[in-house]
Antibody
Framework: QVQLLESGGGLVKTGGSLRLSCAGSGFKFSDFYMSWFRQTPGKGLEWISYISAGSRDTNYADSVKGRFSISRDNAKSSLFLQMDNLRPDDSGVYYC???????????????WGQGTQVTVSS | EVVLTQSPGTLSLSPGERATLSCRAN???????LAWYQQKPGQAPRLLIF???NRATGIPDRFSGSGSGTDFTLTITRVEPDDFAVYYCLKYGSSPPDTFGQGTKVEIK
């Protein structure tokens, strides 16, 4: 079955960096768009970024544009989120997610990891 | 940016009752690309409905989605004990950002 496992979260000071990883299994990783989301007490669920199956297309929420970078390694079925210049309001649980379908059209995130906690201290 | 407003904030029900959750958008949701999720404490969201009215694989038929344009509804025909959770709607599609509603908590009365 589809499994996604995030890692790399932790405690970091304002201005610091973290690199999140997400390992996928149980599906052909290279066929699917992948995304990062986060959940915070203040803003709830928030889309952060997505990357197309072949990495040609990426997009970011305005709140992280210029500070976060998404990438993937299809050979290793892995998704990454490089987070630089972190701020306290970046604190939350970060989830990777796979599109529900690889068919034509647009698809919501259908499978989610268990999440990894990121805490940015001031 | 599409803003989604969910109502009510909390829905207090007894098992066996019908649940009706609303999600309203401030502008048309293109192609009705609207999804519903269930989230329990300490867990990731679980996809229930996509494209406004299609059940995801494995989702019981007591869950149904309806609506179009700016007004969408998630209905649980007879709430079971496992259904008490927070429910979110999500707009997705060609124009980022994807945006979530603020959630509706379905709690035991």
């Amino acid at each position: 079955q589809v499994q996604l496992l995030e890692s790399g979260g932790g405690l970091v000071k304002t201005g610091g960096s973290l690199r999140l990883s997400c390992a996928g299994s149980g599906f052909k990783f290279s066929d699917f768009y992948m995304s990062w989301f986060r959940q915070t007490p203040g803003k709830g669920l928030e889309w952060i970024s997505y990357i197309s199956a072949g990495s040609r297309d990426t997009n970011y929420a305005d709140s992280v544009k210029g500070r976060f970078s998404i990438s993937r390694d299809n050979a290793k079925s892995s998704l990454f989120l490089q987070m630089d210049n972190l701020r306290p309001d970046d604190s939350g649980v970060y989830y990777c997610a796979r599109d529900y379908s690889d068919g034509s059209g647009y698809h919501p995130p259908g499978f989610w990891g268990q999440g990894t906690q990121v805490t940015v201290s001031s | 940016e599409v803003v989604l407003t969910q109502s009510p904030g909390t829905l207090s029900l007894s098992p066996g009752e019908r649940a009706t959750l609303s999600c309203r958008a401030n502008q048309n949701v293109w192609n009705n690309y609207l999804a519903w999720y269930q989230q329990k404490p300490g867990q990731a969201p679980r996809l229930l409905i996509f494209d406004a009215s299609n059940r995801a694989t494995g989702i019981p038929d007591r869950f149904s989605g309806s609506g179009s344009g700016t007004d969408f509804t998630l209905t649980i025909t007879r709430v079971e004990p496992d259904d008490f959770a927070v429910y979110y709607c999500l707009k997705y599609g060609s124009s980022p950002p994807d945006t979530f509603g603020q959630g509706t908590k379905v709690e035991i009365k």
